[in-house]
């Protein structure tokens, strides 16, 4: 009994090997140039602080002018200052 579950199991394990090879075989790999020369974005730092008065202040560092706007932006809304 034990001999038989060991051959099944054997059997089932090397079958798949073989399929594998045979697909290996047909693959091809193609390079997209413009997938490689997409960086990511940095986000953009923001320093918040909060007075004992319950005002805020904050600080916005980044590369992107655009997204250090946007973010200022947000933050003045999110905090009701405009």
């Known amino acids: 009994m034990r001999v038989n579950a060991l051959l099944i199991s054997v059997a ?3 079958t798949p ?3 594998c090879a045979v697909e290996k075989d047909g693959f091809q790999f ?3 140039p413009e997938l490689q020369q997409i960086k990511p ?3 953009v ?3 918040l602080r909060r007075s004992p008065k319950d ?3 904050w600080e916005l560092a980044g590369d992107d002018a655009d997204e ?3 973010t200022d932006r947000r933050l003045r809304k999110m ?3 405009q």
Do not use: A, D, H
Request: charge should be positive; proline fraction near 4%; charged fraction near 35%.
């Open 79 to 81: 905090l009701n200052l």
């Open 30 to 32: 193609k390079k997209q």
């Open 55 to 57: 005002e805020y202040t």
């Open 68 to 70: 250090i706007v946007k």
């Open 41 to 43: 974005k940095k986000p």
């Open 17 to 19: 090997v073989s399929v």
């Open 45 to 47: 730092k923001i320093k």
């Open 12 to 14: 089932m394990f090397l």
